[in-house]
């Protein structure tokens, strides 16, 4: 499919005829990128929504489309700017399957430092041309604020993530969720840039899963009808947690699912992983097993870039066990995503944490 990477479609104040009878007309309606500027009663502020930035996330798509098409004649307070990132990804049969286009690339690792450094063919030059498109505009309207809507690929609870913890983030996370996870990740994301105001993701549940599509809708309609979000009172008390970390896979090893060690090479998980991100695992749990490779199939990196595995994981005969009581976010039984993103996030609990 030949993606052409530096067009990005701009919409004002569309009409129905224009957002069409549901959500599918509409993204199928689409050639690419697209920009939608809502007029607020404040014309001299914007708030901006992405979503679709993986194709196969389709609440925030979902939800925007149904803000659009149900609203009441009443303005929001200020202008609203949404962006619909990967179309085509979305629109490629069947729907809301891909991440990325077939040999494309996932455009949300593709902001800032990171495409300096990779882009090397046609095809990196064309992601990186886009991830300045939508950065740009992002830019063009000076935000008050930013969300970026998300899917786990999996059933989970939704929650936020930043990378700051202030008033303003706690506040808005609180219109979507309970928890919110402070990220000092550097995965060229574009929540890592800077756009001088609040900026935070929100993984509203699984893919497949109507209340996340409920949970973006409500959070949409909040935002858009708040007064001012730089001092609210939040919705509900948000908990933070710090400092995730993603196990990763090393290259070449192979991924399994099962309820029992079937001897398999590389790493197996429980087949039941999706369950720990409702509650966390425990110190001495195991979540699967290992080859003789043991934990040298798989890397847990910090900060630094220094791999942390020792301190999170033992193996018990061929087990792979917690070290420490664990919390696990975006687990996920779908291979491709678990072997091209990661396994899981994961963050220590301190016996407080867990008694929660």
Not at 133 to 142: F, M
Request: net charge negative.
């Amino acid at each position: 499919m030949d993606i052409d990477f530096s067009e990005i479609i701009y919409l004002k104040d569309p009409q129905w005829q224009e957002l069409h009878a549901d959500y599918v007309q509409f993204l199928l309606s689409m050639t690419g990128p697209t920009v939608i500027d809502i007029t607020g009663k404040d014309t001299s502020k914007s708030r901006v929504f992405l979503t679709l930035m993986q194709g196969d996330e389709p609440s925030g798509f979902i939800a925007i489309h149904r803000w659009l098409t149900t609203r009441e004649e009443e303005l929001p307070q200020t202008n609203i700017r949404f962006i619909i990132c990967s179309v085509e990804a979305a629109a490629a049969h069947p729907l809301f399957s891909h991440r990325y286009t077939k040999g494309g690339m996932d455009i949300n690792r593709c902001f800032g430092k990171a495409c300096d450094s990779e882009c090397n063919t046609e095809l990196q030059k064309g992601y990186c041309q886009r991830a300045n498109l939508i950065e740009t505009a992002i830019r063009e309207v000076n935000p008050e604020m930013v969300i970026d809507l998300h899917n786990s690929s999996s059933p989970g609870p939704t929650f936020g993530v930043s990378s700051m913890i202030t008033t303003d983030t706690l506040s808005l996370a609180s219109f979507f969720c309970q928890t919110l996870i402070l990220s000092d990740l550097h995965i060229g994301s574009i929540m890592e840039q800077d756009f001088n105001c609040p900026f935070i993701t929100i993984e509203c549940g699984g893919r497949k899963d109507e209340q996340a599509h409920e949970v973006a809708f409500a959070g949409i309609n909040h935002v858009s009808h708040c007064e001012n979000i730089g001092y609210i009172h939040q919705e509900k008390s948000v908990d933070v947690i710090y400092r995730p970390l993603r196990l990763q896979l090393k290259p070449e090893t192979k991924l399994s699912y099962a309820a029992h060690d079937e001897g398999f090479r590389g790493v197996t998980l429980k087949e039941n992983i999706e369950f720990f991100n409702y509650g966390s695992a425990h110190q001495d749990e195991m979540l699967g097993w290992v080859d003789c490779n043991g934990l040298e199939n798989l890397q847990l990196l910090n900060k630094g870039g220094e791999d942390v595995i020792d301190e999170y994981f033992y193996t018990r005969d061929n087990q792979l066990v917690c070290r420490h009581n664990l919390k696990l976010f975006k687990a996920t039984t779908d291979v491709s995503r678990a072997k091209n993103d990661c396994l899981f996030y994961v963050v220590k609990l301190t016996n407080n944490d867990h008694n929660h």
